[in-house]
T-cell receptor, first 112, second 112 residues
């Protein structure tokens, strides 16, 4: 099976812009979680989607949003980018009835 | 919060030596997982230990869990240069509206 894919791998934006990141989970996995990783805050949970519904949400401002499509692919959007949004954004898919997360390679976002 | 805390933050050893990393957490859990991350890439799942288990092995990895002390340890035996990576523990946080909470990680350097 192909692994979790994330696109794009690298992204450079300027403050005030918005960005959309994409994640395709492993085939058959219906749960997708998103994390933000920064040197200062470590890995922080953003949100989790299951069957097109947001199941859990972390403590991030409303500028961070996401959605999941019927094919389980997920997107996350960050509007009005700030310098502090520069981070590695990781997506993970989880098969049903397990807690093991399979991570993608991440999208490195740099906000200038 | 229920965030796990790894100890030490950084560890440097020679090839062939054993490496031990510790993780502490604050509230009750259903399971604890260890992940490895190579140089800003995606995380790779190493091992999951459930709250009713005390020890688990996988190849050169040995994980222990002490729920009374709310702590876990990861032992890598006969380390190799390829083990150089950051290691994170993750605890389930379903009661907190999230799925998993990651600690800040231990950066392991294995010198040839």
């Amino acid at each position: 099976k192909a692994g979790v894919t994330q696109t794009p791998r690298y992204l450079i934006k300027t403050r005030g812009q918005q960005v959309t990141l994409s994640c395709s989970p492993i085939s058959g996995h219906r749960s997708v979680s998103w994390y933000q990783q920064t040197p200062g805050q470590g890995l922080q949970f953003l949100f989790e989607y299951f069957s097109e519904t947001q199941r859990n949400k972390g403590n991030f401002p409303g500028r961070f949003s996401g959605r999941q499509f019927s094919n389980s692919r997920s997107e996350m959007n960050v509007s009005t980018l700030e310098l502090g949004d520069s981070a590695l954004y990781l997506c993970a898919s989880i098969p049903e009835n397990t807690d093991t997360q399979y991570f993608g390679p991440g999208t490195r976002l740099t906000v200038l | 919060s229920q965030q796990g805390e790894e100890d030490p933050q950084a560890l440097s050893i020679q090839e062939g030596e054993n490496a031990t990393m510790n993780c502490s957490y604050k509230t009750s859990i259903n399971n604890l997982q260890w992940y490895r991350q190579n140089s800003g890439r995606g995380l790779v799942h190493l091992i999951l230990i459930r709250s009713n288990e005390r020890e688990k092995h996988s190849g050169r990895l040995r994980v222990t869990l002490d729920t009374s002390k709310k702590s876990s340890s990861l032992l890598i035996t006969a380390s190799r240069a390829a083990d150089t990576a950051s290691y994170f523990c993750a605890t389930d946080a379903y009661n907190y509206g999230q799925n998993f909470v990651f600690g800040p990680g231990t950066r392991l350097s294995v010198l040839p």
